[in-house]
Nanobody, 114 residues
């Protein structure tokens, strides 16, 4: 399983970004995919997940602002981030969960200026 994120960058508070994650895998082995983030000096936290069945889950801090989706045809995962806040600044990681382990991408930096 290989994951490659893209779409990070610098944005002003209140702005939007869309992150993408290209997944190279046998998709039948993947139970769920998601996005996590890690800010400097903080632990990595889950931001949003979507299961193989399409059930989504969001961290309370991003509910109503972020939206996770996927394009099954090309197996790309997206994270649409709206109304960004400076506290959303972090490295964002894409992940895929299988029966035997979780896989992670290299991460993409998102910086929100105030």
């Amino acid at each position: 399983v290989q994951l490659e994120e893209s779409g990070g960058g610098l944005v002003e508070a209140g702005g939007s970004l869309r992150l993408s994650c290209a997944v190279s895998a046998n998709i039948r082995t993947i139970n769920a995919v998601g996005w996590s983030r890690q800010a400097p000096g903080k632990q990595r936290e889950s931001v949003a997940t979507i299961t193989a069945g399409g059930t989504t889950n969001y961290a309370d801090s991003v509910k109503g602002r972020f939206s996770i989706s996927r394009d099954s045809a090309v197996y790309t995962i997206y994270l649409q981030m709206n109304s960004l806040k400076p506290e959303d600044t972090a490295v964002y990681y894409c992940s895929a969960a299988t029966d035997w382990r979780d896989y992670w991408g290299q991460g993409t930096q998102v910086t929100v200026s105030s």
